[in-house]
T-cell receptor, first 114, second 112 residues
Framework: ETGVTQSPTHLIKTRGQQVTLRCSSQ?????VSWYQQALGQGPQFIFQ???????GRGNFPPRFSGLQFPNYSSELNVNALELDDSALYLC?????????????FGSGTQLSVL | SQQGEEDPQALSIQEGENATMNCSYK?????LQWYRQNSGRGLVHLIL?????REKHSGRLRVTLDTSKKSSSLLITASRAADTASYFC????????????FGKGTRLSVIA
């Protein structure tokens, strides 16, 4: 069990809607990364936040956006949902000093877009 | 894009046997990590091996790295039913501020 918590655990939305996923980092961690994992695939990097600023982004369109708050918790927002956005969304926290060596993952939010 | 490719995609063995999973990657790396994922859950970090290391052990896990072949292997000895999970390799590039890149994983089933 890591100290990373995500909410909600499951979510069903319809195409075109907007969704917000939330993540609380493990205590002492100042960096959060978000990953999308489609069924049967490995996690794909969406973006990373450090001290409330985005400091890395994967190949995802601008309708995927995020926030990190002063307490290092984070949100992932997805606008104009598409069917292909159906996936497990994983949040991972780390300390910036060890972000390249070990990520601590939450259990994920399973998003279904109908 | 996914840098690592695990092989095999799926593996089924009897309890007590050893399980070997392989990972190939494309670019130069700083380190390579292995993670485990139980069905539909988050990933758990298992072990890290740096680019200047060739072998590393942790409990029943043994990881090797061959940078000349851009490949790594994960060996789980004396497997248990509780080892049933998906296993992913993840590479950290040595070129600048890049994220951890995961492969597609190997699904391991250990039959009691």
């Amino acid at each position: 069990e890591t100290g990373v918590t995500q909410s909600p655990t499951h979510l069903i939305k319809t195409r075109g809607q907007q969704v917000t996923l939330r993540c609380s980092s493990q205590s002492g961690h100042n960096t959060v990364s978000w990953y999308q994992q489609a069924l049967g695939q490995g996690p794909q990097f969406i973006f990373q936040y450090y001290r409330e600023e985005e400091n890395g982004r994967g190949n995802f369109p601008p309708r995927f956006s995020g926030l990190q708050f002063p307490n290092y918790s984070s949100e992932l927002n997805v606008n104009a949902l598409e069917l292909d956005d159906s996936a497990l969304y994983l949040c991972a926290s780390s300390d910036q000093g060890t972000v390249n060596e070990k990520l601590f993952f939450g259990s994920g939010t399973q998003l279904s877009v109908l | 894009s996914q840098q690592g490719e695990e092989d095999p995609q799926a593996l089924s063995i009897q309890e007590g046997e050893n399980a070997t999973m392989n990972c190939s990657y494309k670019t130069s790396i700083n380190n390579l990590q292995w993670y485990r994922q139980n069905s539909g859950r988050g990933l758990v970090h298992l072990i890290l091996i740096r680019s200047n290391e060739r072998e590393k052990h942790s409990g029943r896990l043994r990881v090797t790295l061959d940078t000349s072949k851009k490949s790594s292997s994960l060996l789980i000895t004396a497997s248990r039913a509780a080892d049933t999970a998906s296993y992913f390799c993840a590479t950290m590039s040595n070129s600048g501020n890049t994220p951890l890149v995961f492969g597609k994983g190997t699904r391991l089933s250990v039959i009691a």
